[in-house]
């Protein structure tokens, strides 16, 4: 049975890896596996089976076929959402700094007893920005 | 007749779907199942259908579990969820007009004559 984890670990080798290959070999190297107890249970004895298997099986190319165009799909997409996700975190941290800046002027500055509260007008214009990055986000997210 | 792998690899989905409505199968016996039933006229490409029943699992279509062959070892059996029946009923009405739609096409002297 080694021959069967050998022979699909070096198919994957060929490829480029991504996470989700680990799950993928290990499912493959049992559905090949399960193959060759059957094939052994039809009578053939274990080094014929492998054999077998490994012949049917075909190449890699034919594994990946199917959905090879939505792999790069979501390899793109991921990097987006990861991306959108730091914006969104950088956004949030500066926001909240220009705001505490806004708002530290307003208490010892230009002080509320003067020109009242009046660090909540651009700190709304500020949370557009974040707001913005969200949607860009959430957008993201909702697309298949 | 050998029909072309690239033909018919759009409707694998559906094809393995089908076979998992009737009964839970592991791998190799689907594989096995739709050799079976092709006879010679086609043989699917076993990594193209292990790549594709990992996929509808990963799509929810399917789920997995151990369970032991009636006379032998453990298999990992497939079992089709709700969303994947549903799925698979719309496979097979696009099916059934693609299939229209060619024979309209590339068929002479059709109903309309």
């Not at chain 2, 694998?12 to 199942?33: M, N, R, S, T």
């Not at chain 2, 259908?49 to 997995?64: D, P």
Request: glycine share 6%; with cysteine; net charge positive.
């Amino acid at each position: 049975m080694k021959a069967i984890e050998t022979f699909v670990k070096q198919l994957f080798k060929r490829k480029f890896r991504n996470v989700e290959d680990d799950d993928a070999q290990a499912k493959l190297i049992e559905m090949l596996k399960e193959k060759v107890e059957d094939l052994k249970e039809s009578g053939l004895d274990e080094k014929e089976a492998i054999h077998k298997a490994i012949v049917e099986f075909g190449e890699l190319d034919d594994y990946y076929k199917p959905f090879a165009d939505k792999e790069v799909r979501r390899y793109k997409r991921n990097k987006t959402i990861r991306h959108y996700t730091n914006d969104l975190l950088f956004s949030l941290i500066a926001s909240a700094l220009i705001i505490g800046i806004l708002i530290f002027v307003n208490l010892y500055y230009i002080q509320p007893d003067v020109a009242g509260h009046w660090f909540v007008i651009p700190s709304l214009g500020i949370l557009f920005w974040p707001a913005a990055l969200l949607y860009k986000l959430l957008n993201k997210k909702g697309e298949k | 007749m050998q029909i072309s792998s690239d033909i018919i690899r759009g409707h694998l989905d559906g094809i393995i779907l089908k076979l998992l409505i009737e009964k839970d199968c592991y791998g190799y016996e689907i594989a096995a199942l739709i050799k079976a039933q092709s006879a010679d006229t086609f043989t699917i490409k076993e990594a193209t259908l292990y790549a594709v029943v990992q996929r509808l699992e990963k799509r929810e279509m399917i789920t997995s579990y151990i369970g032991t062959k009636s006379k032998g070892g453990q298999r990992r059996y497939y079992k089709i969820t709700t969303f994947g029946k549903a799925y698979f009923k719309e496979k097979l009405d696009e099916w059934k007009t693609l299939k229209t739609l060619m024979a309209q096409l590339m068929e002479d002297d059709n109903e309309s004559n």
